[in-house]
């Protein structure tokens, strides 16, 4: 099992930026896909960004491609989520998610609040 700590969550201004963290750890961080997703409120969880597991082909929805960067670094547990340009509809708690190749199971961690004003 994993356990992940999402941190870096805040209020801004629309144009601003803010970079979410995610801590692993319970295993070895280097077998995992990790993704981050967001749920605004009212609406379903969605898909934001996500990157397998050596770093590789990172993939980003459409409403964030080009303004949002995900980037991991094995060695210290992490996955970022670099925001940029910032609009008030990224509005969201932001959720990490780890899973393993080949295996349904999904770890997720509790979330981090971003909101951006108009």
């Known amino acids: 099992q994993v356990q992940l700590v999402e941190s870096g969550g805040g209020s801004i201004q629309a144009g601003g930026s803010l970079s979410l963290s995610c801590v692993a750890s319970g295993r070895t961080f280097s077998n995992y896909h990790m993704a981050w997703y967001r749920q605004a409120p009212g609406k379903v969880r969605e898909f934001v960004a996500t990157?397998?597991?050596?770093?590789?082909?990172?993939n980003y929805a459409d409403s964030v491609k080009g303004r949002f960067t995900i980037s991991r670094d094995n060695a210290k547990n992490t996955v970022d989520l670099q925001m940029d340009s910032l609009k008030p509809e990224d509005t969201a708690i932001y959720y990490c998610?780890?899973?393993?190749?080949?295996?349904?199971?999904?770890?997720w961690g509790k979330g981090t609040q971003v909101t951006v004003s108009s």
């Open positions: 998610k780890a899973w393993l190749p080949f295996d349904a199971t999904e770890y």
């Open positions: 990157i397998n597991h050596n770093g590789a082909v990172p």
